[in-house]
């Protein structure tokens, strides 16, 4: 094997990480021309990291058992916001109302689990746009079950959350009775900063479960089958049944992220939370230095971090800049989902050269 | 005192869709015996192998004849799992290994150790824990049997070649029941130096009781390290011999010789040809499974040269890398103009033609009738069969002259369809394969390269392709560069052949030289220079 000369390094370590290193620098630019204190940004970065994080972390499982990003989370999400639509007319509060919510949801992210995982092994070396589009598919039924059979087939009794004309949920729910639930259910107060102990935990113990369960065998054998499917089935390990729960586990922790997510929020919009939150939760990942292959938990924090800093720096920034929140507002949607296609170009170009190189002792010289 | 062999098979027979692959078959095995497979391609090695693993191609095929015999006992696999659990294990010629695990990791491939925790009673045994320092010490133990030098903990994408078929091996020792071992062509790979440990490896385990299927085209391993071997020739056993008893000579013998009746035709003995018409110096070419790795040759003017050799060997790629197909390195001359590589509308505008062994593939346009077929790559190189409208500004394609040239091809090659504009999918793979000559013929070429052109179809077809090409050649001078792993059918058309080895020509022959001479050049085993040749090898595996 030839030795890398430190330049080489260099190079390697800044084109490896060339897209966190991009959003450095951009928060670097745009955090003094927003003209935020540092208080308030620690405060926001605090309270998102653990809004975002747990939805994020959910995205690593498939990506070890070689399935890439799991557009399908979003079906998760939307079992997340069944759970919580029931509790709310049940008027269940506090902690308790948020575990029956998430003891609601996880059947149904489970079966939807299955269903997107036995979609998934019939779209191998697809599984990204399968996913997403699986996600619309699944919006449909969502859209169908909220607009008409709550209220139809499923009774709701509080008024609130039905629309005037008797059936169908209304565009927006009040989850004030849930709101910080977990947040600050260990109260800790540092200056004059709010930490949202209770999510933290749940997040450390969700990082704690990734670091056992790579050890697993089941772990083992997703790596495998993340490396080569067909080595892995003629070594006799399940591929599709693997495939299936790697995806159940990302689906049910993506539930979990979304109660979470909406529990800091504070109000659930029924017909738009879950869209975005595979898109916002995929870009956070990739900007953290994730690619389609590869994904560890520092990448989650770190993009998560980065992700919402430009969230809330850039409109105040392009105000500054050129006196309108909105051209700030423009180029920071227009860099996230510029940055989820240059992933993804990247990583086909990634794997074309690393084919080539794999090749490069068969080729002569010349 | 008779003792029951390790492995029996008896009268073993194979019949694939009407097509006898194997015929009678038989031979035992016994406990710690390394039995030596040979014959050239084709000749059932792969088939029989697929038999004893119970491979489901077999079962979906309709089954097979005869008996397979383990210990003495009769044993049907439905699968290679199957198989394995028996105490069987295969060594696969490509590498069956996780690239980012390590060789740890890939010795114990679903079959780690692991530590109980509380969490199994409720998912299942797949959430034990991995117990590492255990895995490590069934690996060391692994490679010590096996006596190759071989870092537990490094990952394969940064192993040698070597290095990673060890590992395979090693995954198959693991294995604790394991009798018997078939190695596909593992030292295919390897340098000189490797293949050395892996033999002197394979030595050991026989010694400690594993039986061992060696299967290699390099008849010296075969030689040393086989107690006996088993010569296959279209599905039959020529012979069984103990190796001290016979020579790598009578071997290659034994594997190519056949009656020659087509090679004894009638050949003009003073056929005369002009100037080297294509020169190549150092050429490469990556193509998979077929790599070239430095071949230098001339094709004089007016020539039928032949390129021959077994398969994998890297015979298909001078062609294709030529043609610009995959690619290339290395000088290649038309004439006095140079041909710039890996550029496919160069190489046919420069007059070359190619006549690809991927007839579905590269070669046809399926979809689409016959005529459009035979003029594609005329009216994409040259303009012919177009028409110009306003100056060149508006071109046009001249149905009429394609319909009356292709009308022309279609007779002179006798292609049986309905018509010009049936669709190519709907012919036979003979027709098809005509349709493709034309296709070539229509480009008027100075040099036509023709690769496997009587693969996959039938004898009276394969005679007119035959004769296509040689009238072809005596009527319009065409030179013609044909590559095929049908040594007689070279033999029957060629001028010169020559003979591929592990991605260099080991020699030229002429058609009449005796079978055996073109078997030890297709084995690489020839005496001369290959002492040079292996220290390449080396020079090149440790880049």
């Known amino acids: 094997m030839k030795a890398y000369t430190t330049k080489e390094k260099i190079q390697h370590l800044l084109i490896s990480n060339a897209v966190p290193i991009i959003f450095i620098l951009m928060s670097a630019i745009a955090i003094p021309l927003s003209g935020f204190s540092p208080t308030y940004l620690v405060q926001e970065m605090l309270i998102r990291l653990a809004r975002n994080s747990f939805l994020v972390l959910s995205l690593i499982i498939p990506i070890l058992a070689g399935m890439g990003l799991n557009f399908g989370m979003v079906l998760g999400a939307m079992a997340g916001q069944v759970g919580l639509i029931l509790v709310s007319d049940w008027a269940v509060v506090g902690i308790r109302g948020l575990l029956l919510a998430a003891m609601i949801a996880t059947p149904i992210a489970i079966a939807l689990g299955y269903v997107c995982g036995a979609v998934l092994n019939r779209a191998k070396g697809r599984e990204m746009v399968t996913s997403y589009i699986l996600g619309f598919f699944v919006n449909g039924l969502y859209q169908l079950a909220v607009l008409y059979a709550f209220g139809k087939v499923i009774p709701i009794s509080n008024s609130e959350l039905v629309l005037s004309r008797g059936f169908g949920i209304r565009n927006a729910i009040n989850l004030a009775g849930m709101r910080h639930a977990l947040d600050y259910l260990v109260p800790l107060k540092i200056g004059n900063l709010n930490v949202p102990v209770g999510t933290y935990l749940t997040i450390g113990l969700f990082c704690l479960f990734i670091v056992w369960f790579r050890r697993t065998k089941l772990g083992q054998d997703m790596r495998a089958i993340g490396q080569d499917m067909h080595v892995a089935g003629a070594a006799g390990i399940p591929v599709e049944k693997t495939r299936i729960i790697a995806i159940i586990i990302s689906t049910v922790l993506a539930c979990y992220g979304q109660i979470i997510f909406l529990q800091n929020i504070g109000t659930l919009n029924t017909y738009n939370s879950h869209d975005q939150a595979g898109m916002f939760a995929i870009a956070a990942l990739l900007i953290g230095g994730a690619t389609v292959s590869k994904a560890t938990i520092p990448n989650v924090f770190l993009g998560v971090i980065l992700f919402h800093m430009m969230f809330v720096v850039s409109p105040m920034a392009g105000k500054q800049l050129m006196g309108q929140a909105q051209i700030g507002e423009y180029f920071r949607v227009f860099i996230s989902y510029g940055i989820i296609a240059i992933s993804l170009a990247l990583h086909a170009w990634k794997r074309q050269k690393d084919r080539e190189r794999a090749r490069r002792s068969l080729r002569g010289e010349a | 005192m008779e003792t029951t062999p390790l492995l029996r098979m008896?009268?073993?027979?194979?019949?694939?869709?009407?097509?006898?692959?194997?015929?009678?078959?038989?031979?035992?095995?016994?406990?710690?015996?390394?039995?030596?497979?040979?014959?050239?391609?084709?000749?059932?090695?792969?088939?029989?192998?697929?038999?004893?693993?119970?491979?489901?191609?077999?079962?979906?095929?309709?089954?097979?004849?005869?008996?397979?015999?383990?210990?003495?006992?009769?044993?049907?696999?439905?699968?290679?799992?199957?198989?394995?659990?028996?105490?069987?294990?295969?060594?696969?010629?490509?590498?069956?290994?996780?690239?980012?695990?390590?060789?740890?990791?890939?010795?114990?491939?679903?079959?780690?150790?692991?530590?109980?925790?509380?969490?199994?009673?409720?998912?299942?045994?797949?959430?034990?824990?991995?117990?590492?320092?255990?895995?490590?010490?069934?690996?060391?133990?692994?490679?010590?049997?096996?006596?190759?030098?071989?870092?537990?903990?490094?990952?394969?994408?940064?192993?040698?070649?070597?290095?990673?078929?060890?590992?395979?091996?090693?995954?198959?020792i693991d294995r604790e029941n394991m009798k018997l071992l078939v190695l596909d062509e593992p030292t295919a790979v390897l340098a000189e130096s490797e293949a050395?440990?892996?033999?002197?490896?394979?030595?050991?385990?026989?010694?400690?009781?594993?039986?061992?299927?060696?299967?290699?085209?390099?008849?010296?391993e075969i030689m040393d390290v086989c107690d006996k071997i088993l010569v296959l020739r279209d599905g039959r056993v020529i012979q069984e011999a103990k190796t001290h008893e016979t020579s790598v000579r009578q071997i290659a013998g034994w594997m190519?010789?056949?009656?020659?009746?087509?090679?004894?035709?009638?050949?003009?003995?003073?056929?005369?040809?002009?100037?080297?018409?294509?020169k190549v110096e150092h050429l490469w070419v990556d193509m998979p499974g077929e790599t070239v790795r430095d071949v230098s040759f001339d094709v004089r003017q007016g020539e039928i040269f032949g390129i021959g050799g077994l398969a994998g060997q890297g015979k298909l790629g001078i062609g294709n890398g030529i043609m610009g197909l995959f690619p290339a390195g290395g000088k290649v001359f038309l004439g006095e103009a140079p041909i710039y590589l890996n550029d496919p509308r160069f190489s046919l505008s420069a007059g070359m033609a190619f006549?690809?062994?991927?007839?579905?593939?590269?070669?046809?346009?399926?979809?689409?009738?016959?005529?459009?077929?035979?003029?594609?790559?005329?009216?994409?190189?040259?303009?012919?069969?177009?028409?110009?409208?306003?100056?060149?500004?508006?071109?046009?394609?001249?149905?009429?002259?394609?319909?009356?040239?292709?009308?022309?091809?279609?007779?002179?090659?006798?292609?049986?369809?309905?018509?010009?504009?049936?669709?190519?999918?709907?012919?036979?793979?003979?027709?098809?394969?005509?349709?493709?000559?034309?296709?070539?013929?229509?480009?008027?070429?100075?040099?036509?390269?023709?690769?496997?052109?009587?693969?996959?179809?039938?004898?009276?077809?394969?005679?007119?392709?035959?004769?296509?090409?040689?009238?072809?050649?005596?009527?319009?001078?065409?030179?013609?560069?044909?590559?095929?792993?049908?040594?007689?059918?070279?033999?029957?058309?060629?001028?010169?052949?020559?003979?591929?080895?592990?991605?260099?020509?080991?020699?030229?022959?002429?058609?009449?030289?005796?079978?055996?001479?073109?078997?030890?050049?297709?084995?690489?085993?020839?005496?001369?220079?290959?002492?040079?040749?292996?220290?390449?090898?080396?020079?090149?595996?440790?880049?």
């Open chain 2, 196 to 220: 050395q440990v892996l033999l002197q490896g394979m030595k050991k385990l026989a010694a400690q009781g594993i039986s061992m299927i060696f299967i290699s085209h390099r008849l010296q």
């Open chain 2, 10 to 172: 008896e009268h073993i027979g194979k019949e694939y869709f009407g097509n006898r692959v194997l015929a009678d078959v038989s031979f035992t095995l016994e406990k710690g015996q390394i039995l030596g497979l040979v014959g050239e391609n084709g000749a059932g090695k792969s088939t029989l192998m697929n038999i004893l693993f119970g491979m489901p191609v077999i079962g979906q095929t309709g089954g097979f004849e005869g008996k397979v015999l383990l210990d003495g006992k009769e044993v049907v696999f439905a699968d290679p799992l199957d198989a394995l659990d028996a105490g069987i294990g295969y060594v696969h010629q490509e590498f069956s290994l996780i690239p980012g695990f390590s060789a740890t990791e890939n010795i114990l491939l679903n079959r780690e150790s692991t530590k109980y925790n509380f969490l199994v009673e409720v998912f299942g045994d797949r959430l034990e824990t991995l117990d590492r320092p255990h895995m490590r010490e069934r690996a060391e133990k692994a490679i010590t049997t096996l006596g190759v030098d071989l870092d537990p903990e490094m990952i394969v994408t940064e192993m040698p070649v070597g290095h990673r078929q060890f590992t395979e091996i090693a995954r198959e």
């Open chain 2, 256 to 278: 190519v010789g056949r009656k020659m009746e087509e090679a004894a035709e009638a050949r003009p003995a003073d056929r005369i040809f002009g100037e080297p018409l294509l």
């Open chain 2, 355 to 543: 006549v690809s062994e991927d007839r579905r593939g590269v070669g046809l346009l399926l979809e689409e009738p016959i005529e459009w077929n035979i003029v594609f790559t005329a009216m994409q190189t040259q303009d012919a069969y177009i028409r110009s409208l306003l100056g060149g500004l508006v071109k046009w394609r001249d149905d009429k002259a394609i319909a009356a040239a292709s009308k022309e091809y279609i007779d002179a090659l006798e292609i049986k369809c309905t018509s010009g504009r049936q669709r190519a999918v709907e012919l036979s793979g003979g027709n098809q394969q005509k349709v493709c000559l034309a296709k070539a013929f229509a480009v008027k070429p100075k040099l036509l390269f023709v690769a496997e052109p009587t693969r996959g179809i039938d004898v009276g077809a394969k005679r007119l392709v035959l004769d296509t090409l040689r009238r072809t050649n005596r009527e319009f001078g065409t030179t013609i560069v044909m590559t095929s792993s049908e040594l007689e059918e070279l033999r029957s058309i060629c001028d010169r052949i020559a003979i591929v080895d592990e991605g260099r020509i080991s020699g030229i022959l002429p058609p009449t030289a005796p079978v055996e001479e073109f078997g030890l050049l297709m084995l690489g085993t020839t005496g001369n220079g290959n002492g040079e040749n292996e220290a390449d090898r080396m020079v090149y595996h440790n880049e």
